[in-house]
Every structure is written in structure tokens, then in C-alpha cells.
């Protein structure tokens, strides 16, 4: 009987079919679970379930998405993740990773702590922390959602008056402040896919401005990482527990080289389009051996 791989997601998207064929070519079945049918039951014994998928039968979970949301939607589905995982079902990326990595402030917090270089940070709740940051940071940074991605919320400022203005503005949002200092560029950076411990592929992304995000407009152009932007990457996995990852490195214009984000739930369809490894079947075959893994430790014990 092939094991039945789950694909966590909130639709049949490219990444999705991608995948399915993936698991396909290695012998394996896959199923995609609804993210918003997850459900909890507390009974005489606690299970998750997720709409007509019989949980009981998946032999690992990949998480391909977890949409915006509420913070009671996503807080629900990560303690499902949890819960799933601390009952032996293996999930790429684990629930932990996945925390840490959807959360900016604890990946530059990671990266840091680990000796990572990463672009000076400050998050804080209050309006005037923030101003003060704005300063300290050198009068220009760039402004983030703490939770996000694909470059959506994100804004660059370097004047005063309308740091002052565009802060308030945020502020009436309830929203946590994170202010990165702004590291000059040249309108590119690179994004490394990590994979089971190594680089798989590797891209240039190249925009008018400085905002390098391809769902904002840049566009992807191959690259040839070289030895210390590799090891970088590794690193910057290592540090928040990913078995995957896409990894943004920055090349400031002073030489140095900066880790700026490790996303936990990568997209790689701009990617796929500057190589020709398949990196839908490097994320299966990192899936499929933490199967035989569990089995194998199974069978041990």
C-alpha cells in the first residue's frame, strides 16, 4: 500500500498540483486537506480532523499554505498543526518552524542569536518606541507587516514627518511596529530554495526599485550561488528549525551579505522558471524520507 501524503492548502494551486505529481513519480499518493476545515475534538480521545480526509491514514503532512487571517484563525491552526505533530505525524515544516518563521521579529531574533548577520531591527508596540527607532535606525528604513509576505504592507521611509505620519497611521491599526534599517542594494537580491540540507536552485531577483519581491514586480533570473551565500542559507535554516526554506539574501552596496528573511512556506513558481531541477520533487523526496525514517524508528522500538 503507497503512503498517502497530505497536502495542507486552501485550494488545488499550481504548488498543489505540483506536488500531487511529485509524491506520484515516487510511488506515494496525495490528498490535499482543506485548511478551513480543520477541526478540533475533545473526547475520550483528542483528534484533529480536516473535512472527509481520514487523518489516521496520511503518513506525513506537507504545509503548502496557511492563509491570512484572523488571530484566532491562525492561532487554531498552527495548535492543529501541534497537535497533529506531537501525535507522531510527521509535518514539513514542523509546527515550531513554522511559528518562527511566519513571525519576522523571532526569525531576525533567530538569525541574530545565531550569529547571523541580518539588517538592524526594532519592533515595538508604542507609537514613540517606534519614532525612536525610526531615528536610531538612521532616518531610513523600511516598514513591515510583523506577519506577512510577498512584499504586500511593505513600505520604505526616510523622512521624518512622514515616518511621524505613516506610524500613526499604523498605530490606528492596532499594529506591531517593525522597522528594518534600509540597506542599499542595487534593486536586487537572491533567493536560495534549502532542501533537506542543501541548495537545490538558486535566483536573482531584479526590480526598477528597491522592493526585490516577484508578487510586487520583480522578475527572476538565474544565479549561481556562490560557497558563503550557500552556507549562509544553511545556516539561516539550521537557526529556525526549517527541513525547506526559501532564504532571501541581501548584497548590500558596502559588501556586505545579509540574511533578510526565511520563508517557512516558500512558493517557488517564479523559481521553477529559471531551472531545471524540479523542486516540487526536492520537497517530496525530503517528505518521503522522513516517512522511512518514522518507520524505521517504529520499527526499533
Excluded at 32 to 55: N, Q
Excluded at 81 to 92: E, M, N
Excluded at 237 to 254: F, I, M, N, Q
Aim: aromatic share 4%; hydrophobic share 45%.
Amino acid at each position: 500500500m503507497p503512503p498517502t501524503i497530505g497536502i495542507l492548502a486552501s485550494g488545488d494551486g499550481w504548488h498543489v498540483r505540483a506536488l500531487t505529481s511529485a509524491f506520484e513519480r515516487l510511488g506515494c499518493s496525495a490528498v490535499r486537506l482543506d485548511v478551513a476545515r480543520l477541526a478540533g475534538r475533545i473526547a475520550a480521545r483528542g483528534e484533529v480532523s480536516a473535512g472527509p480526509v481520514e487523518i489516521d491514514s496520511l503518513a506525513a503532512l506537507v504545509v503548502r499554505l496557511i492563509p491570512a487571517g484572523s488571530l484566532e484563525q491562525v492561532v487554531f491552526r498552527v495548535d492543529a498543526l501541534h497537535l497533529l505533530a506531537d501525535g507522531g505525524l510527521p509535518i514539513v515544516n514542523a509546527p515550531r518552524c513554522i511559528e518562527r518563521t511566519v513571525d519576522k521579529h523571532w526569525t531576525s531574533r533567530l538569525l541574530h542569536d545565531a550569529g547571523i548577520p541580518t539588517p538592524r531591527t526594532v519592533a515595538a508596540e508604542g507609537f514613540e518606541d517606534a519614532l525612536q527607532a525610526y531615528r536610531d535606525l538612521g532616518g531610513d528604513v523600511v516598514v513591515k507587516p510583523l506577519l506577512g509576505s510577498g512584499g504586500r504592507g511593505i513600505f520604505r521611509v526616510s523622512d521624518e514627518d512622514l515616518a511621524r505620519r505613516s506610524l500613526r497611521a499604523l498605530e490606528t491599526q492596532r499594529a506591531i511596529f517593525y522597522l528594518q534599517e534600509f540597506i542599499p542594494h542595487g534593486h536586487s537580491d537572491l533567493r536560495l530554495f534549502v532542501a533537506g540540507g542543501r541548495v537545490a536552485a538558486a535566483a536573482r531577483r531584479v526590480a526598477p526599485g528597491w522592493k526585490t519581491n516577484v508578487a510586487a514586480g520583480a522578475r527572476a533570473e538565474p544565479h549561481r550561488p556562490r560557497p558563503e551565500e550557500e552556507e549562509l542559507a544553511l545556516r539561516a535554516c539550521r537557526a529556525v528549525g526549517a527541513d525547506y526554506a526559501g532564504v532571501d539574501l541581501l548584497e548590500g552596496e558596502d559588501g556586505r551579505l545579509l540574511v533578510v528573511e526565511v520563508n517557512g512556506i516558500p512558493g517557488w513558481s517564479a523559481l521553477q522558471g529559471t531551472t531545471s531541477i524540479d523542486l516540487a520533487s526536492e520537497v517530496a523526496r525530503l517528505v518521503r524520507a522522513r516517512v522511512a525514517e518514522g518507520r524505521a524508528a517504529a520499527s526499533r522500538g
